[in-house]
């Protein structure tokens, strides 16, 4: 690692659409870019999945390949790593309360048994340390019907309106709904989306935070992250664009 390294700053990436296609692992070609980058400034990785996908995701089986990496937050931050090495982790069943997950989750199976799709498959929900996944067509689902979920969700609109229901279900309950990825959406705390993971960031020192993120829009995963005062957010489509917009940016910071 170079001596000359910027340790105060940082290009912070989302993982589905900006390093990796949805649901793949990352390329040698962005991994060897990645590996570059880390040579001139710190380089991190904030995604809502769990440890295991988003290690799965960039090469490994497990937090060892995070070690490529400064810094890690799966589940949307939740869950920090540095260097490889774990740094907290927060509870929804302890933030929530058991009675009331129950209650989102008893309401949100029968919503779900009742959505009539072109298919479902299994793995409805998924409980995570700090979030909860819903995915009407079932996480267990292959990609290829992966994409054909989401250019049907396009057109039908069945994650937003499951939110809009959840939304009106529970208005009181302080919860944030994030459509992210192809086939599913996070629920999770008020505060709890991935600006969580900027509290690590500057408490380390780092003074400028590049971000990069595909769903960006409203209701996206990276929306809030996108547009906090302590970021500087780039809206990417896929990882070619991811490098390319990398390119011209440290061309003209330099």
Same mark, same amino acid.
């Given at each position: 690692?170079?001596?000359?390294?910027?340790?105060?700053?940082?290009?912070?990436?989302?993982?589905?659409?900006?390093?990796?296609?949805?649901?793949?692992?990352?390329?040698?070609?962005?991994?060897?870019?990645?590996?570059?980058?880390?040579?001139?400034?710190?380089i991190?990785?904030?995604?809502?999945?769990?440890?295991?996908?988003?290690?799965?995701q960039?090469?490994?089986?497990?937090?060892?390949?995070?070690?490529?990496?400064?810094?890690?937050?799966?589940?949307?931050?939740?869950?920090?790593? &540095? @260097? #490889?090495?774990?740094?907290?982790?927060?509870?929804?069943?302890?933030?929530?309360?058991?009675?009331?997950?129950? +209650? !989102?989750?008893?309401?949100?199976?029968?919503?779900?048994?009742?959505?009539?799709?072109?298919?479902?498959?299994?793995?409805?929900i998924?409980?995570?340390?700090?979030?909860?996944?819903?995915?009407?067509?079932?996480?267990?689902?292959?990609?290829?019907?992966?994409?054909?979920?989401e250019?049907?969700?396009?057109?039908?609109?069945?994650?937003?309106?499951?939110?809009?229901?959840?939304?009106?279900?529970?208005?009181?309950?302080?919860?944030?709904?994030?459509?992210?990825?192809?086939?599913?959406?996070?629920?999770?705390?008020?505060?709890?989306?991935?600006?969580?993971?900027?509290?690590?960031?500057? &408490? @380390? #020192?780092?003074?400028?935070?590049?971000?990069?993120?595909?769903?960006?829009?409203?209701?996206?995963?990276?929306? +809030? !992250?996108?547009?906090?005062s302590?970021?500087?957010?780039?809206?990417?489509?896929?990882?070619?664009?991811?490098?390319?917009?990398?390119?011209?940016?440290?061309?003209?910071?330099?």
């Amino acid at each position: 690692m170079s001596c000359n390294r910027d340790k105060s700053t940082i290009f912070l990436f989302d993982v589905d659409g900006t390093l990796t296609a949805p649901r793949q692992k990352i390329t040698d070609e962005m991994d060897e870019f990645l590996q570059n980058l880390r040579k001139k400034c710190c380089i991190g990785i904030v995604g809502g999945s769990d440890m295991i996908k988003i290690a799965e995701q960039m090469g490994g089986k497990g937090p060892e390949v995070f070690k490529k990496y400064d810094y890690v937050f799966t589940e949307n931050g939740l869950v920090a790593y &540095k @260097d #490889g090495n774990i740094m907290s982790i927060m509870s929804i069943q302890q933030h929530v309360g058991e009675e009331k997950l129950q +209650e !989102i989750i008893n309401f949100a199976l029968h919503y779900l048994s009742e959505i009539k799709l072109p298919f479902k498959r299994g793995t409805f929900i998924e409980f995570r340390s700090g979030m909860i996944n819903f995915s009407p067509v079932g996480r267990n689902c292959t990609q290829t019907e992966r994409d054909q979920f989401e250019q049907y969700d396009k057109i039908h609109g069945i994650r937003s309106e499951f939110v809009k229901v959840l939304q009106t279900r529970f208005p009181n309950a302080n919860l944030k709904y994030s459509i992210g990825g192809q086939i599913s959406f996070d629920v999770f705390p008020v505060g709890w989306d991935k600006t969580y993971c900027l509290q690590h960031l500057e &408490k @380390d #020192g780092i003074k400028k935070i590049f971000f990069f993120g595909d769903k960006t829009f409203e209701g996206g995963n990276d929306y +809030e !992250i996108f547009i906090d005062s302590r970021t500087e957010g780039y809206s990417v489509s896929n990882p070619n664009e991811t490098m390319s917009t990398i390119k011209q940016l440290w061309q003209t910071e330099t």
